[in-house]
């Protein structure tokens, strides 16, 4: 096929078109990066247009959508194309041992915040459709591209735009490129994406920070009650205790438990990864499932009081608390949150003020395994690795994902090439180049694949 050739031969340009992405700092949580945003969206259509390709910008109240479609073959199915080009903050910067938005490349891995998650993903799309371009012609599939700013922060606008432009959106299947393999070596296809539930607590006490000796003993403290509350949260078996919480959750079937024991999981390895003393979790489901298949309670981040350098005596006014919940099939993130506050306020005693925000989150998304669609993905993964892919539960998020289907109706390929411990949204991200060119040569033949499904 002339596109895998040009494929091959173009590889170090891709690698230089992603280096020149990596380089805009696009996060898009911090409002200092609003105009970075504005520069990496300007980037991609350049690049779009570069190909041949006819982008536009979509502007919304948050950052801005790139857009482009190609439609040539009536024949063949329309693929939504969905990638982010947001990125997560990089803090901490003294743990990164090369500067985030500085590229750099060490024994074939490419280091920068969004190498893996997700700008090295959607170059591998632009680059499997430069390759048809500029060889065939054409691309053998009808395709729909939605690059978003926004995935990191709940893709708050997107919902919107998707309801404001369902005809001009009209497809057959959304293809995505924002998970992970299951390991080296070892591609995969996702078949589930977990939901996401927010939250945070501020527990306030007394009129100002006191005087822990004149005071201390009489007075609540804000945050022995915050982690007193905290500590309720999870019982001896580590379930999360919120009345109602596991209500809707439907249960891993026997067949799939099974399966996912055959997955090459290699459970040291995985502790020696974390670097955590040991490991621990829901009682009666294994270590892959309780990161993938079942629901989690986490806080993830407690603020309050005094904790500079040296002693400050204080009662601490207020403390606080970020919570997230991942969530597993059927639970809804609107209901749990209001399990959640509603069980706060229970645990919270009359001697202190308790505050609960929640926002929303997004619903887990579900992959059907029966669409002929996987199929044609499993090989075309064959052909890119030269091995079947595994199929896997993935812990992490895509908002998106639940939206496609309830406001477009259609099913995603979750078509992932990071590595599980590419440190996506910690220090020191990666993406294995490696990977980067296999996953656009399956990426061609999956194109080259679809196309083939009449629809
Ligand atoms: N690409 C990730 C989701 C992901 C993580 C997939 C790990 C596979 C493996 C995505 O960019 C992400 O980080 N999502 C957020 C969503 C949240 C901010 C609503 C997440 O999961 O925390
Ligand atoms: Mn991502
Ligand atoms: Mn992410």
């Excluded at 399966?259 to 040991?278: H, I, M, N, Q, Y």
């Excluded at 002693?311 to 209901?335: E, F, H, N, Y």
Aim: charged letters at 25%; hydrophobic letters at 40%; aromatic letters at 8%.
């Amino acid at each position: 096929m002339k596109a895998l050739e040009y494929a091959d031969k173009n590889f170090d340009n891709f690698v230089q078109v992603l280096i020149e992405l990596l380089k805009i700092p696009s996060v898009s949580a911090q409002s200092e990066h609003k105009d970075d945003m504005k520069k990496c969206a300007e980037f991609l259509v350049d690049k779009l247009r570069w190909m041949g390709l006819e982008p536009k910008i979509f502007e919304t109240p948050g950052h801005p959508v790139v857009y482009a479609e190609y439609i040539n073959n009536p024949q063949a199915p329309t693929a939504l194309i969905y990638g982010h080009y947001d990125v997560q903050p990089v803090d901490p910067l003294e743990l990164w041992e090369s500067p985030p938005f500085e590229p750099k490349i060490v024994e074939d891995k490419m280091y920068a915040r969004g190498s893996a998650d997700d700008k090295g993903q959607i170059m591998i799309h632009a680059a499997a459709i430069e390759s048809f371009l500029k060889t065939e012609g054409s691309v053998p599939i009808n395709f729909k591209i939605i690059f978003e700013g926004e995935e990191e922060i709940q893709s708050a606008h997107l919902d919107t735009f998707l309801e404001e432009h369902k005809d001009m959106l009209k497809c057959d299947l959304a293809i995505i490129s924002d998970t992970a393999m299951f390991g080296r070596d070892l591609p995969a296809l996702t078949v589930s994406l977990r939901g996401i539930a927010i939250a945070e607590i501020k527990v306030v006490g007394p009129n100002r920070d006191l005087h822990s000796g004149s005071y201390g003993g009489a007075v609540p403290n804000p945050i022995h009650e915050l982690c007193n509350i905290i500590a309720k949260l999870h019982d001896d078996d580590h379930k999360v205790t919120v009345p109602g919480f596991y209500d809707d959750v439907v249960d891993v079937a026997d067949w799939e438990r099974e399966e996912s024991r055959k997955l090459p999981f290699d459970e040291k390895a995985f502790l020696l990864e974390v670097g955590s003393k040991g490991l621990v979790g829901e009682k009666g489901y294994t270590t892959l499932e309780r990161k993938s298949a079942r629901p989690t309670l986490e806080i993830n981040g407690i603020y309050g009081g005094y904790s500079g350098e040296g002693t400050k005596t204080i009662i601490p006014s207020w403390a606080g608390a970020k919570i997230t919940m991942r969530l597993v099939p059927k639970q809804d993130p609107v209901k749990i949150c209001g399990l959640l506050q509603k069980y706060l306020t229970e645990l919270s005693p009359a001697w202190v003020d308790v505050q609960v925000t929640t926002s929303g989150g997004a619903k887990p998304g579900m992959v059907s395994r029966e669409n002929p669609m996987m199929q044609a993905a499993a090989d075309a993964i064959q052909e890119g690795f030269g091995k079947e892919p595994l199929y896997t539960r993935e812990g992490g998020s895509i908002p998106i994902v639940n939206v496609f289907k309830e406001i477009l109706g259609v099913d995603t390929i979750l078509f992932g090439f990071a590595q599980p411990d590419s440190n996506e949204h910690s220090p020191n991200e990666w993406f294995d180049l490696r990977d980067f060119k296999r996953g656009i040569n399956s990426t061609i033949h999956l194109y080259k694949k679809l196309a083939e499904m009449k629809v």
